[in-house]
Structures are given as C-alpha cells and as structure tokens.
C-alpha cells in the first residue's frame, strides 16, 4: 500500500478557514506538499512523520506548513495571534516562526487570494 501512495501521489494541499483580525470574514490557510524523490522515500519507508522537515525546507519548490501561512498572516496583521496559535497543530514551531518574522510562504498567487 504505501509502494503505491509514494509511487501516484502527486500533492496534498490542506486548508483552515481562519477568522480575519478585521472581522471582515475568513481567510485560507493552505499547508502544501509536493512529492519529491526524497517524500517518496520517506512514504515507502513508513517514516511519514519526517516529511514535516522536507515542507519546511521546500518552499523553493512551492511547498509550506500550515504554520509558515498562520505566521505570514499574523505578520501581516491578517489573522491574529491567538487564534493561529489556536489553530496550529505546532504552536512550538509557530511561536519560533513569529519570533524569527514571519513564515517564509513563496505562495504569492495564494497572498493575493488571501488578501
């Protein structure tokens, strides 16, 4: 089963729908995986738990986590604090990411979506 996941997957994209700070409506917060050789690998071997760090790094190739949308949009005064650390799966890693600026989402099709 996992030879044929790491062998047809071809992306996953997840969404949240997160209240604007505004109070104008929601905004999407999109986590997204582009299998490469390597998260196929990983797929194949059982190790899926060590894709996270592969996300984090693949921004170059259009990839990002959930946590590097939430703290782009508390960056940028979209979403609040609060309610992105209440939605985040990695508070740890959310709160290293503010501290540090923001998150480092390439997504520019998907910032003017959000906007």
Do not use: C, H, W
């Not at 047809?8 to 997840?14: A, E, F, I, R």
Request: a positive charge.
């Amino acid at each position: 089963m996992r030879v044929q996941i790491a062998a047809t997957l071809q992306g996953v994209v997840t969404q949240t729908l997160l209240p604007r700070a505004d109070g104008s409506g929601r905004i999407p917060a999109v986590e997204i995986l582009f299998p490469d050789d390597a998260v196929r690998n990983l797929i194949r071997q059982g190790k899926v738990e060590q894709i996270y760090s592969i996300m984090q790094t693949g921004t170059k190739r259009g990839m990002q986590t959930l946590e590097q949308a939430l703290a782009d949009f508390v960056v940028r005064g979209l979403v609040s604090e609060e309610v992105a650390l209440n939605r985040s799966s990695r508070p740890e890693q959310l709160s290293g990411l503010l501290k540090r600026g923001g998150g480092q989402t390439p997504q520019a099709g998907l910032r003017v979506a959000a906007e």
